[in-house]
């Protein structure tokens, strides 16, 4: 089972930037299709960043625009650059493949935006 660990949340202010980063415990990592995630209390998780094993990036509208995925197979790692943070983007955010693996959920990493 591929394992997901997520790092670089945080609090930032409105308008502020974070850069998530997500390694995979897979050495078959450069084929996987990932995905961003997020999800708040009550609420569903949604995808919001794909990007395919050719650096092909697909994002919800609510932040196209403003937030950037990459990859380098290299390393077995993605990142998601955020800026413009709003407070609705306040969630805790996954990494998965695309589709999600139902056992590929680790335990996020939380960002917060708030002034």
């Known amino acids: 089972q591929v394992q997901f660990v997520e790092s670089g949340g945080g609090l930032v202010q409105p308008g502020g930037s974070l850069t998530l980063s997500c390694t995979a415990s897979?050495?078959?990592?450069?084929?996987?299709?990932m995905g961003w995630y997020r999800q708040v209390p009550e609420k569903q998780r949604e995808a919001v960043a794909i990007i395919d094993n050719g650096g092909r990036t697909d994002y919800v509208d609510s932040v196209k625009g403003r937030f950037t995925a990459s990859r380098d197979n290299a390393v077995n790692t993605v990142t998601l650059q955020m800026n413009s943070l709003r407070p609705e983007d306040t969630a805790i955010y996954y990494c998965?493949?695309?589709?999600?693996?139902?056992?590929?959920w680790g335990q996020g990493t939380q960002v917060t935006v708030s002034s």
């Open positions: 998965n493949s695309s589709p999600p693996q139902a056992g590929g």
């Open positions: 897979t050495l078959i990592f450069n084929i996987y299709t």
